[in-house]
């Protein structure tokens, strides 16, 4: 079967979370299927086989958010009719079209046959807006009409459950839960470093440059009362969004190997105040095998595990922390691995696979 993935950029280097899925689609689909992939080039190019990447030449106009007041600006600012033509007329050669995230929607022709559509929202955006709160509530009503349109229409698949009351609490619509998962990493050695606490993340994106300054400000300081040899390492790409003068925090920002400072830590946090989804960050370390802490949003969709503690609020997320660091939590080798096996992407990903072949969700 031929596939045709429309995703804004390709996503490699695969760095952050949303490119990290996409990265996992795409190989996945392409382990049985002929992909091709549209989008923006990134830096690299794919090294994976059975996988065509095309450039994309994407735009963003903002005269089109008065053009179209009743669409969430994420797609309002993409709206180009060439370029719906376009891939519209790359899709009639393949057998189904994937669009990845709700902003590539801008791009879907209503002429395409809906069972040849599947529509991969990732997370809900009107249940992130919603979070947000204040003016962010006029884009949550705008994006949740949308989601609505989408899976009434098309087979659409999101990562939890939660993404899926948000868009469909009735369960009448097309919404198929895709869970986020990961590859196993390449084994070696866990070599924690006493106190050694990290926090990685995409520091472009908002939610975790607030969810960090936030931590770093509001808990961390009782963290290092109760524990004064703690440390904390700040790890991922983007911008410094750390406050100055904060005691034991050190910002190392992109690094090469990010396994290697998931072997050496001892406990990850993940201080997500803002957000939907499921974070790829916290299966990231947990098939590194380090104990997570993380606010009770950050843990959403995630199995539960003896080393994933969900902190209900800012004094529970430093008391995780500094037990985590005194009394490590057990995780039996055996335990893990089933983890592991339970939670490859090629298994996460085999709803999204079976909508991908059968078309539109019985």
Do not use: C
């Amino acid at each position: 079967m031929n596939v045709l993935v429309v995703s804004e950029q390709w996503p490699w280097p695969a760095h952050q979370g949303d490119h990290v899925r996409l990265d996992a689609i795409v190989r996945t689909l392409a382990a049985t299927h002929r992909v091709t992939l549209l989008g923006q080039p990134g830096p690299t190019r794919p090294a994976i086989a059975g996988v065509d990447a095309v450039a994309l030449p994407v735009t963003k106009r903002v005269r089109s958010l008065a053009q179209y007041p009743r669409l969430p600006s994420t797609v309002a600012l993409r709206m180009d009719a060439a370029l719906r033509q376009t891939i519209t007329q790359v899709a009639a050669k393949h057998h189904r079209v994937l669009f990845y995230q709700l902003k590539t929607t801008a791009w879907l022709d209503s002429q395409l046959p809906p069972e040849h559509v599947v529509v991969d929202l990732t997370d809900s955006l009107a249940l992130y807006y919603r979070r947000r709160g204040g003016l962010w509530r006029i884009e949550a009503r705008r994006a949740h009409q949308a989601e609505r349109d989408i899976a009434t229409r098309y087979a659409t698949t999101v990562v939890s459950d939660h993404d899926r009351e948000a868009i469909d609490p009735d369960h009448t619509l097309h919404v198929i839960v895709a869970p986020n998962g990961y590859w196993t990493p390449v084994k070696g050695d866990r070599r924690p470093e006493p106190n050694q606490v990290i926090a990685v993340g995409n520091w472009h994106y908002y939610p975790n440059q607030a969810g960090i300054r936030h931590f770093t400000k509001r808990v961390w300081p009782h963290v290092q009362h109760a524990n004064p040899a703690a440390r904390l390492w700040v790890v991922g790409r983007g911008p410094n969004p750390l406050p100055t003068g904060v005691p034991g925090v050190e910002w190392i920002g992109e690094v090469d190997d990010l396994g290697d400072w998931y072997q050496r830590a001892a406990v990850a946090v993940a201080p997500v105040y803002v957000g939907a989804g499921m974070k790829t960050k916290i299966m990231e370390a947990l098939f590194y095998h380090l104990p997570v802490v993380a606010t009770a949003l950050g843990a959403e969709g995630i199995d539960p595990t003896p080393v994933l503690l969900a902190a209900k609020d800012d004094q529970g997320l430093a008391r995780g922390i500094v037990q985590g660091l005194a009394t490590p939590p057990s995780w039996p080798q055996a335990a893990w691995e089933t983890f592991v096996q339970d939670h490859a992407w090629t298994l996460t990903l085999r709803p999204l696979v079976r909508a991908v072949e059968q078309g539109m969700a019985p």
